[in-house]
Nanobody, 125 residues
């Protein structure tokens, strides 16, 4: 059974930092890319960041560039999301996702095969 286990989010003040982690119970060869999405109040689920393991490339939503960093260890099938300079608009449920194979785009949530249960991040002003 495939499981993606995310760390607990939390409540943080604006300007603060938080680190999320996600561990996938999948073979290494089944995790071509891992990413983070978020679903905020009144918004659609959107991609936050993606890491492509064999290339080492990372991609970010414009809204988080320079503030968030995705990293991880493919051998451990674990991905992290370091979130700095948090803003109230970052408030959302954050989801970890796995793409098993190469995709033409990693922005589309439909191109991911497995999902975590989601973890709430709330940023107070």
């Amino acid at each position: 059974q495939v499981r993606l286990v995310e760390s607990v989010g939390g409540l943080v003040q604006a300007g603060g930092s938080l680190r999320l982690s996600c561990a996938a119970s999948l073979p290494t060869y089944s995790t071509f890319a891992m990413g983070w999405f978020r679903h905020g109040p009144g918004k659609e689920r959107g991609r936050v960041a993606t890491i492509i393991w064999n290339e080492g490339h990372t991609y970010y939503a414009d809204s988080v560039k320079g503030r968030f960093t995705i990293s991880g260890d493919n051998a451990k099938r674990t991905v992290y999301l370091q979130m700095n300079s948090l803003k109230p608009e970052d408030t959302a449920v954050y989801y970890c996702a796995v793409a098993r194979w190469a995709r033409p785009s990693y922005r589309n949530p439909d191109n991911y095969d497995y999902w975590g249960q989601g973890t709430q991040v709330t940023v107070s002003s």
